[in-house]
């Protein structure tokens, strides 16, 4: 008996994945659970284990070649698997939990449906007839998947905001009026194919697509609105000193700033919060995950400090270093990266001021962290240095208003000012 084993859903609405290193190779002997392939999809770098045991016949696609969820990866001589028993063994179901390196299980595996079932025949067939691409498996509402054949719309092409990636009502909705912009068809229509000695044209990575679409997606869902302030931070400076000292430790600002923002997320609950229009609703969350963005070689990823309100400064910044290796070495899991409910970017560390950062949708704030420069402030009437930390606010003006957003970053200014403060409570 053969079998096809497709390249399996791992969960999050991912829907493809470019291969990055072959583990074994036709006529070789594998066990269940041994790695076939190590995959690099929109979120993560996995391995794929294999579902049985068996000998491979086939691989599908080289390094660099982009396999799409459902499509076929390799193709298993299991022996003494035979005509019924091979029926069988094609349907029954098969749960095999993907386990990324150190890291919380990510997904099942799926199996090629029973036409995967061949007679045993010539070794090594490997015909290109059965490397069909199928559209990528989405996730999606009934009501989006009627909306979508409705309007003629290849739901596979529309990027879900729903739990778990579901492509909704609303993004079926949004991606007919973006097809429909005669800006968007402007904008397509430019592109034009340039003399190979004029230009250098490169595949797209998995983790570039998937901030082209999170951006756009985000642009085309939220309405965005920035707030600027300073803060001077004298007394948070000699705080920090001081705990540097005593704990001999790696301590920089973002800990306090976490903290800061998470007591003031605690008396904002709407900027803590999600806009659900499918079921006209809010949902305010009573639990505070920190996402942090992380500027890579590979571009930038967002790992989350769960429960971030229930850990002191020195936890934080513990986790900000671990999950900060992490994303440097490729390490992260889906597990590091999802649920986040309020996104921090520090770009000051590069050297920045000012932003007009983009809401992590359907996150509804994101605040961007300038670099501490020294200005002239006014203090007890005398102009003195101040040490100076920017800080940008944007939020989803559907959810937030003007008001509000200031008063949530005056809160966060009062506590980074007076950082005794925000360690009491």
Known sequence: MRYIFNFPDIGEGLDEGTILEWYVEKGQEIKAGQPLVRMETDKVVTDIPSPKNGVIVATFGGVGEIIHVGSPLVEIEMEGVLAAAAVAEAKAPVNVPIEEEGAAVVGTMELAGNSAVLAASEEGDSEQKQVEKPAGKVLATPVARA??????????????????????????????????????????????????????????TQIRKAIAKNMLNSKLNAAHMSIFEEVEISELMALRERLKKSRDIKLTYLPFIVKATINALKQHRQINGQMDMENDRMIYKNYYNMAIAVDTPEGLVVPVIRDADKLNIIQIAQKITELSEKAKSRQLTLEDMKDGTFTITNYGSIGGLFATPVINYPQVGILGVGRIYKKPIVKNDQVVAGNVLPLSLSVDHRIVDGGEASRFINLILEYLSDPVLMLLE
């Not at 079926?172 to 340039?194: D, R």
């Open 147 to 204: 909306m979508a054949r409705d309007l003629n719309i290849d739901i596979n092409r529309v990027s879900g905001t729903g739990p778990g990636g579901r492509v909704t009502k609303t993004d079926i909705q949004n991606y007919h009026a973006t097809k429909k912009s005669p800006v968007v068809a402007e904008a397509v229509a430019t592109v034009q194919q340039l003399p190979a000695d004029r230009v250098t044209y490169e595949p797209l």
